[in-house]
């Protein structure tokens, strides 16, 4: 009996987290199948854009312009070791835009974005104000998440752009001003050798981990607990869950993309 | 008419409704006293859907409120949340015209507005908190502003979950004589939760009592007071000592 208490408790965990996996599944799938069925309420999307967007456009630039600069010193030192500094623009370049714009900006957005929305939902849950709607004959979902989810996933990929272009003028002042590298030849090594698909594929990353936070955000905020610890708790799951999934999205994009 | 049969709800061990017989008609005025915690909250939500019963029917009109078209159904009702559930993010007058404004009671904003503010009047509320954002206002105020939400698109079955709880007694007065109003010339039909027996008095056309997660008692409000049923006696006149413990 206590041999198997282990077994069993582990088999719990498992069989809590494939509940889970499959939850979250259905919930996404419902967000998307109300995105394009009506009522569909553009001052909401509007509202969610100016939060997710506009207003974490500090936060990812500034996330963007030191992560640019440190990559800079990086790659000088590092590339001193084989005499290839001179390949300091372009792999920032392609760095920046592959994988730490989209990666560094999603995580920001995480930290800033999937926490406010859990905790306003999983207020809203907790004051029954999501009752509320529903008597008013709205429907939370549509009401609450889609606009959201539609937000982030269309503003995030925007963030990442801005992102990808002050890490790479990050990477140009280091480079230009601390290592001296001249201004007109670093800017057309950037160019060069960066191909379209290294951008493209860093804001089709944007839009998963977009999707990824305000789904979490969203989720996590409607299945709050009861009371003040409930709402707590949730904002924290919903900041981990979408971190890690947006590690893991990110590998299997890459995977995608980049192998073949 | 709303009529509930056996209905049944736990929460994990909690077994807060256990076989719940209850008949409202239409046009009439139910009031639901007992214990806070005897789970009056739980029953209005499981006629609205917003908690379903773990056994036991629900019917409105004869039709099971559970396979019911959602949309319509609602479309029906008015709700004042025990705690207002007032939506922060946006002022009082949207909030209380929030059906006003989306879907298909859809009106022009003026439209709206108006009605929205002629509402808050009905409940004591003048138009200068119309434009105020719900945290700036007091307990009181707020829930008179989801009262006034709960009847802003004229609904014909309204739940009031203690309406009175925090207002003074004039306020109080002035609310009671709104919810009877909303019922004798209206024609809605009522179902409301309180404590406070002038309320009960003022408002029902029958009174029921929710013990232990059963209907204790049920009657016109007349025979109210002359029942000889210990649990009544002791609610209505509020005694510490009697069949219901105090320790809950
Ligand atoms: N969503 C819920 N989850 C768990 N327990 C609940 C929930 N809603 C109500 N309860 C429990 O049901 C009981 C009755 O609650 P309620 O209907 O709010 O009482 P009241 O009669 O004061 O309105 C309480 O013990 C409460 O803790
Ligand atoms: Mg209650």
């Known amino acids: 009996m206590s041999l198997l208490r282990p077994v069993a408790a582990l088999g719990r965990a498992t069989l809590g987290a494939l509940a889970s996996i499959g939850r979250i599944a259905l919930f996404a799938g419902a967000v998307i199948g109300h995105l394009f069925r009506p009522p569909f309420y553009p001052r909401e999307v509007l509202h969610a854009l100016m939060q997710i967007g506009w207003f974490s456009l500090p936060v990812v630039g500034m996330t963007a312009l030191f992560t640019g600069g440190a990559l800079a010193l990086q790659i000088y030192s590092g590339g001193a070791r084989f005499s290839a500094e001179a390949v300091v623009p372009s792999i920032v370049a392609i760095g920046m835009v592959r994988e730490l714009g989209p990666v560094l900006g999603g995580l920001m957005v995480a930290a800033r974005v999937a926490s406010s929305i859990a905790a306003e939902i999983g207020t809203m849950k907790v004051t029954e104000q999501i009752d509320a709607l529903v008597t008013l004959s709205t429907n939370p979902l549509k009401y609450l998440a889609v606009p959201r989810v539609l937000a982030a ?53 944007g839009a998963a981990f977009g999707f990824i936070v305000a789904l979490m955000g969203c989720y996590h905020g409607m299945n709050s607990g009861r009371g003040a610890q409930g709402v707590g708790r949730a904002t924290k799951t919903a900041v981990v869950s979408a971190s890690v999934l947006i590690f893991a999205a990110n590998y299997l994009l890459t995977e995608i993309f980049f192998t073949s | 008419m709303i009529e509930l049969v056996g209905v049944h709800k736990s929460f ?66 008015g709700m004042l949340f025990q705690g207002g559930a007032l939506f922060d993010s946006m002022p009082v007058w949207e909030n209380v015209a929030f059906r ?116 204790r008692w ?6 109210m007071d002359a029942t000889l049923d210990p649990y009544v006696q002791q609610f209505i006149h509020g005694r510490a000592e009697g069949p219901i413990e105090a320790l809950r």
Request: hydrophobic content about 45%; aromatic content about 4%; glycine content about 10%.
């Open chain 2, 100 to 215: 006003l404004l989306r879907g298909a009671t859809k009106r022009p904003k003026d439209e709206a507005r108006a009605i929205a503010i002629d509402k808050l009047r009905r409940v004591g509320l003048g138009p200068q908190v119309a434009d105020q954002f719900p945290a700036e206002l007091s307990g009181g105020m707020q829930k008179r502003v989801s009262l006034a939400r709960a009847i802003a698109a004229d609904p014909e079955i309204i739940f009031f979950d203690e309406p009175t709880t925090g207002l003074d007694p004039i306020m109080s007065g002035v609310i009671n004589d709104l919810i009877r109003e909303i019922v004798t010339e209206m024609g809605a039909t009522a179902m409301t939760i309180t404590h406070d027996m002038t309320s009960v008095r003022a408002i029902a056309d029958n009174v029921a009592m929710l013990h232990r997660g059963k209907i």
């Open chain 1, 153 to 205: 996933t269309l503003a995030v990929p925007v963030l990442v752009a801005v992102g990808d272009a002050i890490g790479i003028a990050g990477g140009w002042l280091v480079g230009v001003y601390r290592l001296d590298f001249n201004s007109t030849t670093y800017l057309k090594n950037t160019v060069d050798f960066l191909e379209f698909w290294d951008v493209g594929s860093g804001l089709v990353k």
């Open chain 2, 218 to 223: 049920c009657g016109p409000v007349s025979e």
């Open chain 2, 12 to 77: 994990g061990s909690n077994e807060v409704l256990r076989g719940i017989d209850l008949r409202v008609e239409s046009g009439t005025s139910m009031v639901i006293i007992g214990g806070s915690g005897t789970g009056k909250s739980v029953l209005l939500k499981c006629v609205l859907g917003l908690v379903h019963p773990d056994r036991g029917r629900i019917l409105l009109d004869n039709e099971d409120v559970e396979t019911a078209e959602r949309d319509a159904f609602l479309a029906r009702f």
